[in-house]
Each structure stands twice: as C-alpha cells, then as structure tokens.
C-alpha cells in the first residue's frame, strides 16, 4: 500500500523521473509542444527538433528556471 501521508507532505515524491516514464521516448505531446514554444518565445531560445517527450519535459524545465515560469 502507498503512503499518501507521504505524497502529500511531499508532492515531488509522486512524480517520476523523465528517464523512468515508460513512454518517454515517444514524441511529445501537443501541449507539451505547445508549451515549448510559448517558453522558447518567451526565453529567445531554440527547441530542437525530434525531441522525445522525456527530453521535451526536462526542456520545459529547463525553460521554466530561465523564464520564472516554474515558480
């Protein structure tokens, strides 16, 4: 049984890694792209393309921390 006590001290303790998603070398989704974009816009950055959605979630990361977007 899981400890839900636990996940909701600690949210991040639910999420998984990018590299453990069993769908993560699929391309991204919509939103995913379309929230790529947004940031890239908003940080005057390039996404590269064919981007996994694993690579395209630790880019959106990656843009959050650059644009204040993840606070």
């Known amino acids: ?5 636990s996940e909701r001290a ?3 303790a639910a ?8 769908t993560g070398d699929e391309p991204p989704t919509a939103a ?3 929230y790529l974009a947004t940031l890239a816009r908003e940080a005057d950055a390039e996404v590269p393309e064919g981007l996994t959605k694993a690579e395209a979630s630790r ?11 993840g606070q």
């Open 15 to 22: 999420i998984k890694d990018p590299d453990e998603w069993v």
């Open 32 to 34: 995913q792209e379309s």
């Open 59 to 69: 880019r959106i990361d990656e843009l959050q921390e650059e644009t204040g977007r």
């Open 1 to 5: 049984m899981a400890n839900h006590d």
């Open 10 to 12: 600690n949210p991040q």
